[in-house]
């Protein structure tokens, strides 16, 4: 069973920069893991942004929405227990929901909302002048 929480953030103005933070709370380490942000904007399709893979035995990795790569990094603090995505040069078009997903087996590609059987309860980010 895996438990996510979001973080709460602030509105920023375009090309400013903010961090999204994910809590991760697991009961059991599998020996595949993969978390990944999506975003929603206001009456519009979930969508993917990026996505990173842990695998036991082999090499995990990370991806991207073209949208946002060069802008957006994500990683994961295994210390904290975090799932973290660093927002830089943000865009008005960047303002949606942000919710971070898991999942501890693969169920698909990695930018299918159904891939993944966790879900956190979203965070607003606005990015306005």
């Known amino acids: 069973q895996v438990h996510l929480v979001e973080s709460v953030v602030d509105s920023v103005q375009p090309g400013g920069s903010l961090r999204l933070s994910c809590a991760i709370f697991?009961?059991?380490?599998?020996?595949?893991?993969?978390a990944c942000w999506f975003r929603q904007a206001s009456v519009k399709l979930l969508l993917h942004v990026s996505a990173?893979?842990?695998?036991?035995?082999?090499?995990?990795?990370?991806y991207y929405a073209d949208s946002v790569k060069g802008r957006f990094s994500i990683s994961q603090d295994k210390d904290e227990n975090t799932l973290n995505l660093q927002l830089n040069n943000l865009k008005p078009e960047d303002t949606a929901v942000y919710y971070c997903?898991?999942?501890?087996?693969?169920?698909?590609?990695?930018?299918?909302?159904?891939?993944?059987?966790?879900w956190g309860q979203g965070t607003q980010v606005i990015v306005s002048s």
């Open positions: 997903a898991a999942a501890d087996r693969s169920r698909g590609a990695w930018y299918l909302p159904g891939s993944y059987m966790y």
């Open positions: 697991r009961s059991t380490i599998s020996s595949y893991f993969i």
């Open positions: 990173i893979v842990e695998v036991k035995r082999g090499r995990g990795g990370t």
